[in-house]
Every structure is written in C-alpha cells, then in structure tokens.
C-alpha cells in the first residue's frame, strides 16, 4: 500500500509563550494557554501522526529487502540466459523438465556425425513428437530402443524410398536344405543347394530406386546328420554377388546327431544379390544324407535411391 505523506504545519499564535494564571495555591498553580489569536492551528504532534511515520519507515525497510531479493534472482537468471543477439554461447545443458523425465539440448561429444561422435546431443526421457499445426502428431522419435516412426514415408530427392507399398521386408526366417546323396565322392564337400536372399519387394521401373539388404545378426545351422559311426562336416559359405564365396562358419558332429551352430554377425550392407550356399562331407561314403536348416536373423530388405 501506498504511504500517504502528513503535510506537516506549524502552530502559528497572537502570543506563543503567553499563559493565564488560576487555582493558585501555596504549592500549586493551574497555567492555561492563552494564545490569543490562532493564525494557524498546526498539525499535532500525536502517537497516530507518529505510529503513522514508524509504519512508512517499517514497510520501507520490507520493500527494501524484497526488492533486493528480486535483484539478485535477476541477476542470478541473467547468467542462465542467452543473448539474443548470438554473442554469447550456452556453456551447459539446456533443460527442458516433464512430468514424467528431464530432457536436455547439450553440447555433443566433438566435431563429427556418428554413434559416439556428434557435435549436438539431444537427450529424452523417452519419446518425442513431431506434429503439424493441428496438432496431430504423424512422427514420432522412441530415443530409449532407437526407432522412428512415421504415417506417410521416406522419400529422398522426391523418391519415394519408404511408404505404405514399400516397407522394408524382413528376411529373417528358415530355410530347408536336404542331402540325400550316396555318391563315392560324399567324403568330400558336397554343395547341396543354393539358398537365395529373393527379393520379394517388387521391382521398381525406375533405375535409382534399387533394393537394399542388410544382415545384421548371425546366421544359425541346425544340422541333422543321419550315419552312425562317422563324423559329419557342415559349412555355411555366402556370395555377394560375383564375388567370391566367403566361410560364414563350419562344424562337425559324431554319428546320428542334431545340434545347432551359429556365426558371427554377418554384417552385410549389399545391393548386389547374396546366395548361402550349404555344404556337408561325411568320414565316409554312403549314408542316407543330412538335413541342414539355416535360419538368418536380422536380415532386412528395403528401397534405396541413388
């Protein structure tokens, strides 16, 4: 509230110091004022004039400290806060607090763009949204598993490359190969058949659009091998292409047996076509085969544009 001032004024009389004289006694006089004419009759000296002065000087010293409190956190804040101008640069990390998790803008790990080198790091507590200006989010970042998802697709350069009529495929799945033969040359390796990674997205007219595949994980062979009293080789090999033939993993196992073997991840990352080929070989002749089933994880197939 507002402190309203006292217009102080002085007592201005005919006769200040003059005093009439009554009731006198021998120890005892009454003295009244006698004035005389009052030009002025002054502002009192009371305790409602002065308790009015004491309460101003109180709540002075309480806006006082207010005031100062409130410069400090300005100043405090000033510190925190960025020149629009851009003259200045944000040293530490810029909060933003959720109901549900902090997420940050900070500073990135150096001057480079890859898993473990960034100039920027953007941190979520989870997931975060992106929408048009009705507010309808078609996008979405899930940043705790590493996936985006999104209502209408990819395109690069105007292409198409990921839409309701081409998601990317996935490969991962068995495939069967038996061997039957009972040829003299069994103790050899003997290819049994060629497992084709097909591309059963259908192919595209345009030339700069062409199919990608990706295998991520290992490959796992079980094999079955059906002859007592002798060991039994399998090896998975692949090709890319008109490249050579590249060992993925080879086993062996005694007698009547059905176990199950795995590769290293394969990481492959080829437009070019990829065949497994299996092969098994025997200690020694004849024998009624060995069923081999591979199964390939992580293996995906999807558009590219060049």
């Given amino acids: 509230m507002a402190y309203t001032k006292t217009n102080w004024q002085d007592r201005v ?3 200040p110091n003059r005093y009439a004289k009554s009731d006198e006694t021998a120890s005892e006089i009454t003295l009244t004022q006698s004035p005389g004419t009052v030009t002025q009759a002054g502002t009192p000296l009371n305790a409602g004039n002065m308790n009015k002065i004491e309460q101003g000087i109180a709540d ?40 549900n998790g902090t997420n ?47 209502k209408n697709g990819f395109y690069v350069d105007g292409q198409p490359v990921y839409h309701t009529g081409k998601k990317p495929v996935i490969l991962e799945g ?4 038996s061997d039957t033969a009972t040829a ?5 390796w003997t290819h049994l058949t060629n497992i084709n990674v097909n591309f059963p997205i259908p192919p595209s007219s ?3 659009i062409r199919r990608r595949t990706v295998i991520s994980g290992p490959a796992s062979v079980t094999f079955e091998s059906r002859l007592a009293g002798a060991t039994h080789y399998v090896e998975l090999r692949y090709q890319i292409g008109s490249g050579a033939e590249v060992v993925a993993g080879s086993w062996s196992q005694e007698g009547v047996a059905t ?8 990481n492959i990352d080829t437009v070019e ?14 024998g009624t085969g060995s069923v081999v089933t591979l199964t390939v994880n992580n293996a995906y197939q999807y558009f590219i544009v060049e």
């Fill in 174 to 177: 068995i495939y069967t190969s």
């Fill in 184 to 188: 003299p040359n069994y103790t050899t």
């Fill in 60 to 99: 002075a010293h309480a806006n006082a400290a207010a005031a100062q409190t409130a410069a400090d956190n300005a100043n405090a804040n000033a510190n925190t806060r960025l020149k629009k101008d851009g003259s200045e640069a944000m040293t530490g990390p810029l909060t933003l607090h959720a109901a």
């Fill in 259 to 266: 176990n199950t073997y795995y590769t290293g991840n394969l």
């Fill in 104 to 150: 940050q803008f900070k500073a990135g790990t150096g001057d480079g763009a890859s898993y473990t080198l960034y100039n920027l790091l953007l941190k979520l507590w989870w997931g975060m949204g992106i929408a048009g200006n009705d507010d309808t989010v078609r996008m979405f970042f899930d940043a705790r598993v590493g996936k985006i998802d999104v």
């Fill in 273 to 286: 076509p990829i065949i497994f080929r299996i092969y098994t070989r025997c200690s020694v002749s004849g």
């Fill in 206 to 208: 345009n030339a700069a």
């Fill in 13 to 15: 009389v005919e006769f």
